[in-house]
């Protein structure tokens, strides 16, 4: 539907309106198509509109996210969530970290509740939705996947972990949890050839989908929210390729001043400027530019590049997964012709949890409970004459014991560690005030952000009063997640992070694995029979071989053609009968220790892993007699 400058936020519709018949009537109450572009691990000085990049520092042009910035409002301070999964969960939820269901690393082992309310599921009264993209909120078959969240359609990955694979040759299409891509079917460094241009990058494709559902929603007479989700410029794998970021052409060819892995990382940058881009293009060939608010935010901060050559954090300390502001401070843009006044900024803190509300505010819906979010609105539109509410703090939760060095190294050590941030207007100035704990213990760590944005200075000693105010904000915000349990003391460990949906070892939990479905043929399998090639039943048919040695009923497994796989060799222990396999694989930091179970149908023999890898199959015909 087309109804240009028509809308009016939801406080504010006129009662006359009603005297009103037809298309006027409709298009004055028809609020606008909301799209929300997030990158993947997009540093806060990867963008060129970023303020407190260093002017000395080397600069990817992002000319598509300057224009939206240049037309739109840039949240001079902007937030998210401090890794994947936490941020995902707050933009979708409305609620912090210390409220929602997933608060570390990944979906898959806490999906999405039936008792969480997404945005999505909000805005389905009045709109179309979509995601479109990378997911990693639950997985295909679970409370967490996008159709039973509120979504109409989605087609992307739906785990974070297969996010990883930027050249899948199976995705989720709907109500479809194995689509095939046929041009990655055999994806490799050597397969997709030069530029690897016979096989499709999956951003590519989610690309050439968004512009094709905004044409396809263009002319309904429901708006349509939409979720365009990347993986730019997170890192990403093609099988044979060494390179953390194999972009395909034309990315790959634009910075050819570079050495290779500068150069493809700026063509991952440049290809998320690109998608932008071709959102802003599809917007003006449907000619529903006006009446389409889009968002642009990255989800966290950067994650491992040369950090003094991009100046990926700014003026700020910490990375990805930490709790300073480098690991959660974004450079948010909002783009609405008509309604918001072009080239503006805003100094009112805009988090993720605010997207919820202010999107429901934009269509005129009412809030579920529970929400911690602040509709935005009066600020996005500041001509409305609404005043603004503040957030009275920010808060955020993570357990993580890595180390999160960006520039300058963390203030705090690992563990289970609690951020919040405020504003003091009762100071002698304004000051903004950033306090972070660790394992719900002193000490407590103060920094004042507003002159020390590197968050340098520990001031706890000097404002003990302060101290008091920020751990009563802590104390207050976190509720007891089982899945992520937190930390009373140092000696209590937390849950850091968790990539299997069957659960991992304590302090994480989660149920579990069912028994492997084995329908045993002969009571005993001959060890000479699990020598060979098994192949993974799963995307990528990696070949393992196996061979065993019944004297010491010991065995050895490897991989032949994954140069880039977590383990080439591993090795293990079998039982007597040849039916369980303990086996652990061990190359630099990836470490895997897995139990299996051999069953038999009398044709094949599978392999049924406890966690972590799919079956593994022998598909020839094994004579057990």
């Known amino acids: 539907?087309?109804?240009?400058?028509?809308?009016?936020?939801?406080?504010?519709?006129?009662?006359?309106?009603?005297?009103?018949?037809?298309?006027?009537?409709?298009?004055?109450?028809?609020?606008?198509?909301?799209?929300?572009?997030?990158?993947?691990?997009?540093?806060?000085?990867?963008?060129?509109?970023?303020?407190?990049?260093?002017?000395?520092?080397?600069?990817?042009?992002?000319?598509?996210?300057?224009?939206?910035?240049?037309?739109?409002?840039?949240?001079?301070?902007?937030?998210?969530?401090?890794?994947?999964?936490?941020?995902?969960?707050?933009?979708?939820?409305?609620?912090?970290?210390?409220?929602?269901?997933?608060?570390?690393?990944?979906?898959?082992?806490?999906?999405?509740?039936?008792?969480?309310?997404?945005?999505?599921?909000?805005?389905?009264?009045?709109?179309?939705?979509?995601?479109?993209?990378?997911?990693?909120?639950?997985?295909?078959?679970?409370?967490?996947?996008?159709?039973?969240?509120?979504?109409?359609?989605?087609?992307?990955?739906?785990?974070?972990?297969?996010?990883?694979?930027?050249?899948?040759?199976?995705?989720?299409?709907?109500?479809?949890?194995?689509?095939?891509?046929?041009?990655?079917?055999?994806?490799?460094?050597?397969?997709?050839?030069?530029?690897?241009?016979?096989?499709?990058?999956?951003?590519?494709?989610?690309?050439?989908?968004?512009?094709?559902y905004i044409a396809n929603k263009s002319s309904s007479s429901k708006p349509f929210f939409l979720f365009f989700s990347t993986t730019t410029p997170h890192v990403g794998d093609l099988m044979g390729n060494s390179s953390s970021h194999p972009v395909p052409a034309p990315y790959d060819t634009l910075f050819p001043q570079w050495t290779k892995e500068l150069a493809l990382y700026a063509g991952a940058i440049a290809a998320q400027d690109m998608f932008v881009g071709a959102v802003l293009e599809a917007l003006t060939a449907n000619d529903i530019m006006n009446d389409t608010l889009v968002f642009f935010s990255g989800d966290n901060g950067p994650d491992d590049t040369n950090f003094k050559f991009w100046d990926d954090v700014g003026p700020f300390r910490g990375k990805k997964r930490s709790l300073h502001e480098g690991g959660v401070r974004q450079n948010i843009v909002a783009h609405w012709p008509g309604h918001i006044e072009p080239n503006s900024t805003s100094d009112h803190i805009f988090t993720f949890w605010d997207f919820l509300p202010t999107a429901a505010d934009i269509a005129g819906i009412d809030l579920p409970p529970g929400i911690d979010g602040i509709s935005a609105v009066p600020a996005l539109l500041s001509k409305n004459g609404t005043q603004q509410q503040d957030h009275t703090y920010l808060y955020w939760e993570f357990c993580c014991y890595d180390q999160t060095t960006g520039i300058l190294p963390n203030q705090y050590k690992g563990g289970w560690v609690q951020a919040v941030r405020f504003d003091d207007a009762n100071a002698t100035y304004m000051t903004e005030w950033k306090a972070i704990r660790v394992d719900s213990q002193p000490p407590t760590f103060l920094f004042n952000i507003t002159g020390d944005m590197s968050e340098s200075i520990d001031l706890s000693s000097s404002y003990p009063a302060v101290v008091q105010t920020a751990t009563n904000f802590m104390d207050e915000s976190h509720t007891a997640n089982k899945w992520w349990p937190s930390s009373p003391n140092s000696t209590v460990k937390c849950c850091a992070a968790c990539y299997n949906p069957q659960g991992c070892p304590a302090p994480c939990v989660g149920p579990a694995p069912p028994p492997p479905k084995c329908q045993h043929v002969a009571p005993v399998i001959p060890f000479n029979v699990l020598n060979g090639t098994w192949i993974q039943q799963s995307v990528e048919k990696f070949h393992y071989g196996m061979t065993v040695d019944k004297s010491s009923l010991t065995i050895q497994l490897s991989v032949d053609d994954c140069t880039d796989c977590c383990w080439e060799t591993a090795y293990g222990t079998i039982s007597a009968d040849a039916r369980t396999i303990n086996v652990q694989g061990t190359t630099g930091s990836c470490n895997r220790t897995l139990t299996g179970e051999v069953c038999d149908d009398g044709n094949t023999l599978t392999i049924e892993w406890s966690q972590r890898w799919p079956s593994w199959q022998k598909p020839e015909t094994v004579d057990l007699d």
């Open 1 to 212: 539907m087309k109804c240009v400058n028509a809308w009016q936020p939801s406080h504010t519709i006129f009662r006359w309106t009603v005297l009103f018949v037809g298309l006027a009537l409709s298009c004055a109450e028809a609020p606008p198509n909301i799209i929300f572009i997030l990158a993947d691990d997009l540093g806060y000085g990867d963008v060129d509109i970023a303020p407190l990049r260093s002017p000395e520092a080397t600069i990817v042009p992002t000319p598509n996210i300057r224009k939206l910035r240049e037309n739109g409002m840039l949240f001079l301070r902007g937030y998210s969530g401090q890794v994947c999964a936490p941020s995902r969960c707050s933009l979708m939820t409305g609620r912090h970290s210390g409220h929602c269901t997933i608060r570390g690393n990944d979906g898959s082992y806490s999906p999405l509740l039936p008792s969480d309310t997404t945005v999505a599921e909000v805005l389905q009264e009045k709109y179309h939705t979509a995601i479109l993209g990378k997911w990693g909120l639950g997985n295909f078959n679970t409370t967490g996947y996008p159709l039973v969240q509120g979504f109409d359609d989605f087609v992307g990955q739906d785990s974070q972990v297969a996010c990883h694979n930027w050249y899948p040759y199976t995705i989720q299409n709907n109500t479809d949890g194995s689509y095939h891509l046929p041009s990655n079917q055999e994806a490799s460094d050597s397969n997709c050839g030069e530029h690897h241009s016979k096989c499709k990058w999956l951003n590519d494709h989610i690309n050439e989908a968004v512009s094709a």
